[in-house]
């Protein structure tokens, strides 16, 4: 295992400890916002792990001590950071839990089509080698319905949000069929529609309405608070 561009983060390489770069542009990087806080804390100590040995990464068993964490949370973790890793090594990483899935969803899969996909249960940590697909195109129906900002394009990059939503969804409530994803779903976006908040309908500090658009709810963080009813009136 190797960090991508790794030249980018060394200096002065030749100190004793290693030093390394943490860029600003981390800031705007929307991967690194999708993280989860144990992923992105895992990725901060994959990079200095790294600096002790030009950038590679130790096996799975040795990084594992190393991050003080048991062999199948590092793969999970890891699995989660191929933004920053060599796909090869991630691949290879997955292949003894998992057959590779990619991360968006197309046009042309159909709604049995299944995802073979490593992921962790919020309490058991149990794997789950089978998952629902994302009904992608159906989901931005009902979130339409409820008369929530149009979207007019579901590009790679808002697909790709929506299949982790979705992913999140599984996670939590164990996805018994494509229906109730679906209506989950139609429960956060009504909860949204019904948000004086978050459909504009109250001004914010400067005076101005403000709606929650699908790129701001498909953000992990906000979906979550959403779905949690942090926004319901009453409550914001």
Same mark, same amino acid.
């Given at each position: ?76 973790? +890891? *699995? ?7 796909? /090869? %090594?991630? =691949?290879?990483?997955? &292949? ?66 929506? +299949? *982790? ?7 939590? /409530? %164990?996805? =018994?069929?494509?229906? &109730? ?56």
């Amino acid at each position: 295992m190797e960090i991508k561009n790794w030249s980018k983060f060394q200096h002065f390489k030749d100190r004793k400890p290693p030093w390394v770069k943490l860029y600003r542009d981390l800031l705007d990087d929307i991967e690194w916002h999708e993280l989860d806080p144990k992923a992105a804390k895992v990725l901060v100590m994959l990079w200095l792990i790294a600096s002790e040995d030009d950038g590679k990464i130790p096996p799975i068993k040795q990084l594992a001590f190393r991050l003080r964490m048991s062999e199948k949370d590092t793969v999970v973790c +890891v *699995s989660k950071l191929s933004h920053w890793m060599k796909q /090869d %090594d991630i =691949k290879a990483i997955s &292949e003894r839990y998992q057959d590779d899935a990619p991360e968006t969803e197309t046009e042309t899969e159909t709604e049995t089509e299944t995802e073979t996909e490593l992921f962790v249960e919020t309490d058991t940590s149990v794997i789950n080698p089978k998952r629902i697909s994302c009904p992608c195109d159906e989901i931005l129906n009902v979130y339409h319905e409820e008369s929530l900002p149009r979207v007019l394009m579901l590009n790679d990059t808002r697909r790709k949000h929506l +299949v *982790s939503r979705w992913r999140d969804v599984d996670a939590e /409530d %164990d996805l =018994k069929s494509k229906e &109730e994803g679906i209506e989950i779903f139609r429960q956060i976006f009504r909860q949204v529609h019904k948000s004086d908040f978050l459909s504009g309908r109250t001004q914010n500090r400067n005076g101005r309405a403000w709606k929650a658009s699908f790129d701001w709810l498909m953000m992990p963080t906000n979906f979550l608070k959403v779905a949690e009813g942090q926004y319901d009136n009453g409550r914001n």
